[in-house]
């Protein structure tokens, strides 16, 4: 058995298990941040430091396996745009957790696999079938039922109350400018990947973001550090899982095809929900996990149907 990227049934597997590692950190990073906030340290401190750290490692592997720095001019350019995407995931991302709790900020990131699958089918790359379409409408009334309560919309008993709106829509923008950073990625990522090295891309398009933040960070005042131990903990943690991250995700990109990514990072939100309350004892309601139940089976469901087809 092939993918439609001419790689063989064990490599697609071996690039799942490296995609999975990557899900399982990036699912913390977020628990981490919330501890480096509640020390002192501020979102875009550590969107740069963790961008200073993938660098410095990346460089390090880089010159110790003898790999070149030099891309193609097509692979170079899509360097910027790639820069952007990844911008918009992790300064969203991380920001969203400074206004809503980490709960809401992943379940309002996991629109992305319903915004992979609309920009591959405008882009052509899969066909979203009457079905398909009709999973998505499922999985996005499954997010409202996620995010319902701070909306002040209720369940059991049914109703709606104005009054009861908790969810603050500067943190609900983040993380939807983060989860549409993550669907360009994923949608239109690997096809730049093919052909060079994947570590090489991701070296570069964390350069151009520490320059990009550098210069948010200067103007802002300057870099804002932990002032406790906890937070210096959530600090180091939420850089180590996210360096981790993305080295599994670039290194699996380029075989896998968009809605296999999607597929495989759907452990995300649960892992993410079951951190914040072990770790930060964030209450989770039963109206959220139901939710985010009905949005994962859709989404599991649509990216099963999307997968067929290809094949």
Request: glycine residues 10%; positive net charge.
């Amino acid at each position: 058995m092939t993918s439609s990227t001419g790689t063989t049934g064990r490599q697609r597997w071996a690039a799942l298990g490296v995609l999975l590692i990557g899900t399982i950190f990036v699912s913390l990073i977020t628990t981490f941040a919330s501890l480096a906030y509640a020390g002192g340290a501020t979102p875009m401190t550590l969107v740069w430091s963790r961008f200073i750290g993938l660098v410095l490692v990346l460089g390090l592997i880089l010159r110790l396996t003898g790999a070149r720095f030099h891309l193609p001019q097509r692979n170079m350019r899509a360097t910027y745009w790639i820069a952007l995407c990844l911008l918009m995931m992790s300064a969203g991302y991380l920001s969203s957790v400074a206004y809503i709790k980490v709960s809401l900020a992943v379940v309002i990131l996991y629109t992305y696999p319903l915004l992979v699958a609309i920009f591959a089918a405008l882009s052509g790359r899969e066909r979203l079938s009457p079905l398909r379409a009709a999973l998505l409408v499922v999985a996005f009334l499954g997010l409202l039922v996620a995010l319902g309560e701070d909306l002040g919309f209720s369940l059991l008993p049914l109703g709606f109350d104005p009054g009861a709106i908790t969810l603050d829509w500067r943190g609900a923008a983040l993380a939807l400018i983060a989860a549409l950073g993550v669907a360009a990625f994923v949608t239109w990522g690997g096809a730049y990947l093919n052909d060079v090295d994947s570590r090489v891309v991701n070296f570069w398009a964390n350069l151009w973001m520490i320059l990009l933040v550098a210069v948010f960070v200067i103007l802002k005042g300057g870099i804002t550090l932990p002032a406790s131990g906890l937070g210096w903990f959530g600090y180091g943690a939420a850089t180590l899982c996210y360096v981790t991250a993305m080295v599994c995700w670039f290194a699996s990109l380029k075989v896998l095809s968009p809605t296999d990514t999607a597929m495989t990072l759907n452990l995300e939100p649960a892992i993410s929900l079951v951190a914040a309350s072990v770790i930060l004892g964030e209450a989770t309601s039963t109206q959220q996990w139901v939710g985010t139940f009905v949005l994962l089976v859709a989404i599991i469901l649509s990216s099963i149907l999307g997968s067929r087809h290809k094949d």
